[in-house]
């Protein structure tokens, strides 16, 4: 019996005896994949023998096809599979690491698993199996089906293959969105819509890259002030000698060069949200000149002398230690307790657990326009994802996603093109199972008891669903004591 799912409408012109397909051979091929896939000399395919027991099968193929056998072990020096279509893998258990390696390497290929139906549970092949083949078929074979998958697949592969570069979408002017159902996450979004209903300004704290500017988008989009501007201001970016200039704007002759006015960025904000971004960097004069600002809500541009009144929200963000460069004598004190009345913490990327996941697919999705093939990403790489400390945080990971669609080759994207290293797999791939899964119910005890085995506050804790944490439960066996 043959388990596979993808026959029905296989146009391939050169079926084996007895078959034919029901909308006519040639019908759903355009003239070009036609030919690429019905020339006369035979069409190659490459066959991993790993061991199982589709061998007289896969002999008795029809003179449409020349096998190319690979056996494992394979040579140091793997064998190039340039210009091959489709392939077969002769599946056993245990699966060789190789084998995976070599299949995650050769993702252009539109592989078909021949497989035993008791095989079929094994979570590892069912990895396989989902992740890089184009369809299976279960042991015995139906030769006839088997044939006409590999013409398709082979159709396939031609009607993937890029004639033209697909054109960039631009990201939204917004940029990104706040993603995130992590217990952190969960609590900032609960304190962001606390306070944009004030006017208090808000020191936003957090590394570089961790979208503390989202943050105060966020809080910007949530208040009364949704309809005025929003302007954000990098005190980092900006050399000394204009920054007096871009925040309080200047007259026409003010300085050499200045041959006319200019609106500075304080009052471009007025009836809005000024963010001003790494207030850190921000030298003592300008402080001054800023705390100034906040305390009688006016300005004077640069070279002149009336006083102009500007209603602005005040929010600052800045990845330094602000107390500690305060006590070193780097930021006015007064400037220090102004701006931070309200202090919002944003978390790092590594403390967001299942957040890294839905973050990837949001970017992967929004980039792989690029590479229309791109279906997801192997399983090394999400291990690779998970394994990576993410210095550089949620920047870091938009710059990765955007990196690995580019460069990936076939349907699915590897550690290599995430520019991770590529990783090495071993037989113990079962006990890093064995490892989250241990990890996991550590976590899900603890928290059952810090919150005195109430399932729901456990919940809202782990920052997932009561449903979630029931399946949890049930499926480590974990019953929460009663009192």
Not at 16 to 24: E, K, R
Not at 148 to 163: F, I, K, N, Q, Y
């Amino acid at each position: 019996m043959s388990g596979s799912g993808k026959i029905n409408g296989a146009l391939w012109p050169a079926l084996p005896s007895g078959i034919v397909d029901s909308a006519g051979a040639q019908a759903g091929f355009g003239a070009e994949v036609f030919r690429a896939c019905s020339t006369g000399a035979p069409r190659e395919v490459a066959w991993l023998d790993a061991g199982g027991h589709a061998r007289e099968s896969v002999l008795r193929l029809s003179g449409a096809w020349r096998l190319r056998r690979l056996s494992f072990p394979l040579a140091r020096a793997w064998p190039d599979l340039d210009g091959v279509r489709v392939g077969l893998l002769d599946l056993d258990h245990p699966l060789p690491s190789q084998l995976i390696d070599f299949v995650n390497a050769h993702q252009q290929v539109k592989w078909i698993a021949l497989v035993h139906p008791g095989l079929l549970p094994s979570p590892a092949l069912r990895d396989l199996i989902r992740d890089n083949c184009y369809d299976f078929h279960t042991l015995p074979l139906d030769q006839a089906r088997l044939e006409v998958t590999l013409g398709r697949a082979c159709g396939m592969a031609v009607l993937e293959t890029p004639s033209e570069p697909t054109a960039m979408v631009p990201a939204p002017a917004e940029g990104r969105p706040i993603i995130g159902h992590s217990a952190p996450m969960q609590s900032l979004a609960r304190q962001l819509t606390r306070v944009a209903g004030s006017e208090a300004p808000v020191l936003f704290l957090g590394e570089s890259g961790t979208g503390k500017e989202l943050a105060a988008r966020t809080v910007h989009r949530l208040s009364r002030r949704a309809d005025g501007p929003f302007v954000a201001v990098n005190c980092g970016a900006l050399p000394a000698p204009l920054i007096q200039s871009e925040l309080f704007g200047h007259e026409a002759g003010a300085f050499t060069g200045a041959t006319r006015r200019k609106i500075g960025q304080l009052e471009l904000a007025h009836d809005g949200t000024l963010l001003l971004d790494e207030i850190g960097d921000l030298g003592l004069e300008l402080q001054v000149n800023l705390l100034r600002f906040l305390q009688e809500g006016t300005l004077v541009r640069v070279g002149g002398l009336q006083p102009i009144q500007v209603d602005v929200r005040v929010l600052a963000a800045t990845h330094m230690n602000l107390f500690r460069a305060v006590e070193a004598g780097r930021f006015r004190e007064d400037l220090y307790y102004r701006l931070n009345v309200i202090q919002l913490d944003v978390p790092p990327l590594r403390d967001r657990g299942s957040d890294l996941m839905a973050l990837a697919q949001f970017y992967f999705e929004r980039f792989r326009c690029q590479n229309p093939r791109l279906r997801g990403f192997t399983q090394a790489a999400v291990r690779a994802l998970h394994g990576h400390r993410w210095p550089g945080n949620v920047r870091e990971l938009v710059n990765r996603i955007q990196r690995a669609v580019t460069m990936a080759e076939g349907r699915l994207i590897r550690p290599e093109d995430l520019g991770f290293p590529a990783q090495e797999r071993d037989d113990s791939q079962e006990t890093l199972a064995q490892a989250r899964d241990r990890a996991e119910r550590e976590t899900v005890i603890r928290a059952l008891g810090q919150c005195d085995n109430n399932v729901s506050r456990a919940a809202r804790q782990l920052g997932v669903g009561r449903v979630t944490l029931y399946r949890l439960l049930d499926k480590y066996g974990v019953r929460p004591q009663k009192h």
